[in-house]
T-cell receptor
Framework: EPEVTQTPSHQVTQMGQEVILRCVPI?????FYWYRQILGQKVEFLVS????????KSEIFDDQFSVERPDGSNFTLKIRSTKLEDSAMYFC?????????????FGNGTRLTVT | QQQVKQSPQSLIVQKGGISIINCAYE??????FPWYQQFPGKGPALLIA?????SEKKEGRFTISFNKSAKQFSLHIMDSQPGDSATYFC????????????FGTGTSLTVIP
């Protein structure tokens, strides 16, 4: 079964540094998402992306965050200047359509640790 | 503001028992209510979902009960097995391009052999 692939599985960075989290969505999917999960807490929406532009974003997704689909396969999340509170598990997700019968498929996540 | 409230935070059930997890929502514009199952080190995976035009949906041992007037929905796991031990998240979304999913805080289920 096709999978959403995320790299790296774990990223450690110093506060103030830039990080790029990478995702390869399922190949025929059209909608892409980033979510994050702070340890032991709920899964929080960051941003959705369709047709090479942001469809929706949350309050968390401020100017420090950006997303890009640099080619036909990768979908990246960049955090320009990381803060301690950015430490979390970041999940990429994709779906074929936005309808109910097109479920959201999550990757296994990238654990970001900001020191 | 928490769009979806989930309880309990953790649940311990004997093998063969029934696990029940509850969620409540506020936004009446929500029209799709999935449940996700997450194992350690993995991303959430869709388990079962319901739309508000039905009151119950069953898939194998998993059943969603939906009460539109009370704005509540619940997941029932019948004949719970140790392999069901995982974290379960309810979620809600409304139609539209992108349609953000709002997740509950998760329930850690442990099924004791």
């Amino acid at each position: 079964e096709p999978e959403v692939t995320q790299t790296p599985s774990h990223q450690v960075t110093q506060m103030g540094q830039e990080v790029i989290l990478r995702c390869v969505p399922i190949s025929n999917h059209l909608y892409f998402y980033w979510y994050r999960q702070i340890l032991g807490q709920k899964v929080e929406f960051l941003v959705s992306f369709y047709n090479n532009e942001i469809s929706e974003k949350s309050e968390i997704f401020d100017d420090q965050f950006s997303v890009e689909r640099p080619d036909g396969s990768n979908f990246t999340l960049k955090i320009r200047s990381t803060k301690l509170e950015d430490s979390a598990m970041y999940f990429c997700a994709s779906r074929w359509l936005w309808t109910d019968n097109s479920p959201l498929h999550f990757g296994n996540g990238t654990r970001l640790t900001v020191t | 503001q928490q769009q979806v409230k989930q309880s309990p935070q953790s649940l311990i059930v004997q093998k063969g028992g029934i696990s029940i997890i509850n969620c409540a929502y506020e936004n009446t514009a929500f029209d799709y209510f999935p449940w996700y199952q997450q194992f350690p080190g993995k991303g959430p995976a869709l388990l079962i979902a319901i739309r508000p035009d039905v009151s119950e949906k069953k898939e194998g041992r998993f059943t969603i009960s939906f009460n539109k007037s009370a704005k509540q929905f619940s997941l029932h796991i019948m004949d719970s097995q140790p392999g069901d031990s995982a974290t379960y998240f309810c979620a809600a979304s409304k139609g539209g391009t992108g349609n953000q999913f709002y997740f509950g805080t998760g329930t850690s289920l442990t099924v004791i052999p």
